[in-house]
């Protein structure tokens, strides 16, 4: 009897571990904390076998509200490269970066890469009553514009040179060959600005483009700031955009993604504008991680958007 039980806990025990193995051994890991951090590391690493990338955030969730589970802290410390934006949103890395070993795991901040702007605050925005206004705090939101996107790639895409120099040449290609379409991007998009006469977004929701309205020269008005966590706006505030939409022949209301499209409805019920969604890339949808949907691929799609939206 006992006998039987042992072989049947070893059967269970080896189900148990092959289906635990989503993720293929390789010899070089990167652990990313979000989406834009996964999509750079995954176009410099494309082809390679020897190397894999992690996201710890789940596909569908919210960023601003992450909190790393214990194996998420294991990984990290694990990882070669570790790759994470640096803004409030990941304040609870501070709390770990003592205890990662940097001769075995190389970090890479986001916001260390590109030139940052402070947070704003424009007017007919919410107030944000937990900010203290003595302290600087700066936009996180650095990725979503793509001439920053291309300096992050290549950045990253050095940092794994370094690592895994073997295949180094795979990876200047493959880094290329992504900064091209982000440049491609980077010049649909200047073109579209130069070509419009309103140079003007309105959101029904979070700003978090200040870095792209300040690289194509674009003005703003949203309900709140980048990483507010309120999002039901007062009536004062949608009061304010929607008399800033009518007076001003406002053709789009932008909401962002994954969000419920409430304020960005309501404006667009009470005047002649129509709601529009601009993917700020924070995160993404479980099908379209599935489907390997790439920041690029979302920018195409808000391209077309903001093509509208200037109109
Ligand atoms: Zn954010």
């Not at 990313?32 to 789940?58: H, N, Q, W």
């Not at 290329?176 to 140079?199: F, M, P």
Request: with cysteine; proline share 3%.
């Amino acid at each position: 009897m006992k006998k039987i039980f042992t072989v049947l806990l070893i059967i269970i025990s080896l189900f148990v571990v092959g289906c635990g193995k989503e993720k293929k051994e390789t010899k070089y890991n990167i652990v990313t904390t979000s989406f834009p951090c996964y999509d750079f590391a995954r176009a410099v690493i494309k082809d390679v076998d020897d190397i894999g990338v992690e996201m710890l955030l789940k596909p569908g969730s919210e960023t601003h509200d992450f909190e790393p589970t214990p194996k998420d802290i294991i990984d990290i410390k694990n990882s070669d490269i570790f790759i994470y934006v640096g803004g409030e949103s990941d304040s609870w890395i501070d709390d770990i970066l003592n205890d990662i070993d940097k001769e075995k795991t190389k970090i890479i901040k986001l916001m260390d890469i590109v030139d940052l702007y402070e947070e704003e605050h424009v007017e007919g925005m919410e107030e944000d009553e937990e900010k203290d206004e003595e302290e600087i705090e700066y936009d996180e939101h650095v990725w979503t514009s793509p001439v920053n996107a291309i300096k992050i790639v290549n950045s990253i895409k050095e940092e794994i040179k370094k690592l895994d120099s073997e295949n180094s040449d795979k990876y200047e290609t493959n880094g290329n060959e992504y900064t091209n379409k982000l440049s491609e991007i980077d010049s649909n998009i200047r073109d579209i600005v130069n070509s419009s006469k309103r140079k003007e977004l309105v959101f029904g929701d979070r700003f978090p483009l200040r870095y792209f309205t300040e690289e194509y020269g674009l003005t703003y008005r949203a309900a709140f700031p980048g990483c507010a966590h309120e999002t039901e706006a007062s009536s004062k505030t949608v009061a304010y955009l929607i008399n800033y939409v009518k007076d001003n022949n406002i053709p789009v209301i932008f909401h962002i993604e994954l969000s419920n499209g409430k304020i960005a409805n309501t404006i667009a019920n009470e005047t002649n504008a129509k709601v529009l969604e601009f993917n700020t890339a924070h995160n993404i949808s479980k099908d379209d991680f599935k489907n390997e949907v790439t920041y690029v691929d979302i920018y195409k799609k808000n391209i077309d958007s903001l093509k509208q939206a200037l109109n």
